[in-house]
């Protein structure tokens, strides 16, 4: 079965959307899910289904419009998925909790950068259905504005690295 990897949006951001991860965990479960697994207190949940993306991603967005009042929104990637991430991450000069990695649930439009205020000195890239942004002063009080990122939840690149591992190690497991 494959392992998806969901990333959910707006859950325990500045106390909106809260959600423990045991209780994210025991939805996966009864969803029917394998082999589920949390990550962190922000909405990473790990695990094996023989359903397509989109039907986990309709039943888990439906639980938790039911748990919540409304879905928060997830998007899921494979393994594979994250390992590319990783590899096609710019800025190799950033400290990776200053590298946050924006998932979308398709890639932005080809003018997506076209109107971004970042007064910062933050460096955007866009690649497939990420955008990178390296924080050069960290995100916390950063103004940059980008239309773009709405859609989508950020993770830093030490969070993805942890999360591509950990799949690799449930993909391992089952072999």
Do not use: W
């Not at 707006?10 to 423990?20: I, M, S």
């Not at 025991?26 to 589920?36: N, P, T």
């Not at 050069?136 to 942890?162: D, F, I, Q, Y």
């Amino acid at each position: 079965m494959p392992i998806y990897v969901a990333l959910l949006r707006a859950v325990n951001v500045g106390g909106t959307g809260t959600l423990p991860m045991a209780e994210l965990k025991a939805i996966c479960e009864k969803l029917g899910f394998a082999d589920v697994r949390t990550y962190i207190q922000s909405g990473n949940v790990l695990f094996r289904s023989g359903l397509g993306e989109t039907e986990v991603r309709e039943r888990i967005e439906a639980a938790l419009a039911e748990r919540m009042g409304k879905a928060p929104g997830v998007l899921l990637r494979s393994r594979r998925e994250l390992e590319a991430v990783l590899s096609e991450a710019p800025f190799p000069e950033a400290k990776p909790n200053f590298l946050l990695i924006t998932f979308l649930p398709e890639p932005p439009a080809a003018d997506a950068l076209a109107r971004l205020v970042a007064p910062d000195g933050e460096e955007v890239q866009v690649r497939g259905r990420e955008i990178y942004i390296h924080y050069p002063n960290g995100s916390g009080r950063s103004k940059l504005k980008l239309r773009a990122l709405k859609p989508g939840t950020a993770r830093n690149l030490n969070t993805v690295r942890k999360l591509a591992e950990l799949a690799a190690a449930m993909e391992d497991k089952s072999v």
